[in-house]
């Protein structure tokens, strides 16, 4: 039932990040594997700063923060 949560939570991050972004979304697929990448530098970028997000919404707000930022990067990336 984990497994399912996170797939869930990855696949409605990756969403919001396209959304805030400004990219509209990515397909599912590309939503899912960007929750799941954001979830990995959300998490890495909380521990970083000290903040502890628990929870499904805590997990939801930390994958969002880390796909939005990955985004930006792979934005940044593109650019140069």
Do not use: H, N, P, Q
Not at 34 to 54: E, K, N
Request: glycine share 22%; charged share 10%.
């Amino acid at each position: 039932m984990d497994i399912l949560w996170f797939i869930i939570i990855g696949i409605v991050a990756g969403w919001l990040a396209g959304v805030i972004m400004k990219g509209g979304g990515y397909g599912l697929l590309g939503d899912l594997l960007l929750g799941i990448i954001g979830a990995i530098v959300g998490g890495w970028f909380f521990r970083l700063i000290g903040i502890a997000a628990g929870g499904l919404l805590g997990s939801l707000i930390t994958a969002t923060v880390g796909a939005v930022i990955f985004i930006a990067i792979l934005r940044l990336i593109k650019r140069a």
